[in-house]
Every structure is written in structure tokens, then in C-alpha cells.
């Protein structure tokens, strides 16, 4: 398996569009097609111009202008990321619409902390070291289109079942949102873990 494809599949799972349409079930049942694909195109291009920017100059805005460790990036990321875990498989969906809260912007709270968030942005940390930057914003865009691409055919599947079978996607819905808690659980600990040992093999 080549580096780049193990970078691009790194992404793509954090971004898992699966996930994220679960988180804006709201959003995908109140906008219509056109509508939500515009303001996800917009929340796709906020997070690539962040994510580029954080595979190129990681070191550099953690070092200088953060003046942090990227571990306790780490650490704090798994912890807020493990807090939404907890938070949705106690509340299901509504607990993401609690932490994205009513923005007129909506494409900006899409863009965080849906897109953008702990997860994603080590990834992009970790793409950037890996990588020249040509090919690590390469690679990056490429995983931030194919998962928007696998949410409007998402929203497509959802728009189309529903009117048919609205009980099951509901309960799909509420079900599959706890399951992929456990996921974004194990995510977090790993984070967490992660940077522990760095803080660690410094002492």
C-alpha cells in the first residue's frame, strides 16, 4: 500500500461521509438538493484552505504560534472528540445540533466542527510531514471531494426513501448515530494515547 493512498484513506475515514450525514440529518431534511449541495460545496472549500494550510505549516503554527506541542493538540483534540462521543450516544443526533447551534452561516458550522475538527486537522498534520506540500494538498483535496461526493448521493438516497419509508430511516438514523459514537469513542482514545506516548519519548 502506497503512502499516498494510506494518507488519502486516513482523511477519508475522519471525514467518514456516513457519519457526517447523520450529524446533519437536520440539515438534510429541511434543505432541498441543489440548496444543500451549494452550501456543502462552501463548507468543503472552507475546510480544504484549513486543512492545506495545517499539512503545510503544522509544525510552524504549532511551534510559533501556538507555542504548544503538537501532542497537546492531541490530547485536548481526543478529548473534546471523545466528549461528542459521549454526548451522542446518550442524545443521538440532537447532540451535534446542540454543538453546531443556530449559525445564519450555516456553511461556516458546517465547516466546524463537522468537517474540521480534532481528527481531521492531526491528519492533515500528519499528511504534511509525510509529503512534499504539492502532493499532501493533492491528496487532501481529493479525499474532502470524494467524501462530499458520497454525502450528496447520501442526501440523494434520504430524499428519495424517505417519503416512502420515513419511520425506518428514523430509526436507521437514531441507531446507526449511537453505533458510530463507538467509533468516535475509539477515534478520541486513540488521540489521546497518541499523544501521551509522544509527550512520553520526551523525557
Known amino acids: 500500500m502506497s503512502d499516498a493512498f494510506r494518507s488519502f484513506m486516513l482523511l477519508l475515514v475522519l471525514l467518514n461521509p456516513f457519519l457526517v450525514i447523520i450529524y446533519l440529518v437536520d440539515v438534510v431534511a429541511r434543505l432541498e438538493g441543489k440548496r444543500f449541495s451549494k452550501v456543502l460545496l462552501r463548507a468543503g472549500l472552507i475546510a480544504s484552505v484549513v486543512f492545506c494550510c495545517f499539512a503545510i505549516l503544522g509544525d510552524v503554527i504549532f511551534s510559533r504560534l501556538v507555542q504548544a506541542e503538537f501532542a497537546s493538540f492531541q490530547i485536548f483534540g481526543g478529548i473534546i472528540f471523545l466528549l461528542i462521543g459521549v454526548q451522542f450516544v446518550f442524545r443521538g443526533p440532537a447532540a451535534i445540533e446542540l454543538l453546531r447551534g443556530e449559525s445564519e452561516h450555516l456553511a461556516g458550522a458546517i465547516a466546524m466542527p463537522i468537517l474540521i475538527g480534532p481528527g481531521t486537522i492531526s491528519a492533515c498534520v500528519i499528511i504534511g510531514k509525510r509529503h512534499d506540500p504539492l502532493s499532501a494538498c493533492g491528496i487532501i483535496l481529493l479525499a474532502v471531494v470524494v467524501s462530499l461526493s458520497m454525502i450528496i448521493v447520501l442526501k440523494w438516497v434520504h430524499d428519495y426513501v424517505r417519503p416512502r419509508n420515513a419511520r425506518l430511516i428514523d430509526r436507521y438514523i ?30
Open 174 to 203: 437514531e441507531v446507526a448515530g449511537r453505533i458510530t459514537a463507538l467509533y468516535v469513542g475509539t477515534v478520541s482514545i486513540e488521540m489521546i494515547m497518541q499523544g501521551a506516548q509522544a509527550w512520553f519519548h520526551k523525557f
